[in-house]
């Protein structure tokens, strides 16, 4: 991963209404907290939100549109392991900010298996009020990079039960770009699931 000096949210909250956010995630939640004060890097005495069910696409009850969280400071969980990959700066330069462009990008990457298979992808989240925002040129410009240098196409989501596979022209027998519905995609990994399948998982808290 190439970083640059973090930006700053400067009143975007998109992750806020495009992520989803799953009760179960409680149930991992307390021994990977546990991991990480034995590895110095969670406060002992954090206090936190518990996890709770939002679908993708939805704000969030704890959002204030342009103001950031009304519970920043005992967030749950799963929005402390989530991270944007426009405020981590990498190898986003030229994109502009999410809540601009009406999407976000995950630092970390997910797979599909299409036609028997498995195929590591960048996730982008996109809302849903503006369907054709993934054809952003910037956003398209980094796509062709990730599967020119990582070999990664690109799973485009509004839900956490299908979405849109891109696979780059870096990667295409033909040159070209092609958009897949991958509707054999019927969940986001866990950050174990992708482990196992051998990608480069980014563990990180906020």
Known sequence: MTTRPMRECSGCTLCCKLMPMSAKGNERAGPLSVQMQLAGLWPPNLKIAPDFDKPA?????????????????????????WFCRWLINDDMDDCSRP???HYVVDINPDFVVNDGQTIKVVQVWLDRDYPNAHRDPKL???MERRARLNNYATLVRTN??????????????????????????EHEH????????????TVMVQ
């Open 57 to 81: 696409g939805v704000r969030c009850p704890h959002q204030r549109h342009g103001k950031g969280c009304n519970i920043y400071l005992t967030r749950p969980f799963g929005c402390r392991m």
């Open 99 to 101: 809540d601009r462009v």
């Open 140 to 142: 398209r410009a980094f």
């Open 160 to 185: 956490n039960e299908s979405a849109l596979l891109i696979v780059p022209p870096a990667m295409a027998n033909d040159g070209q770009w092609h958009e897949i519905q991958a509707a054999s995609q």
């Open 190 to 201: 866990t950050h174990e699931e992708k482990m196992r399948a051998g990608l480069d998982v």
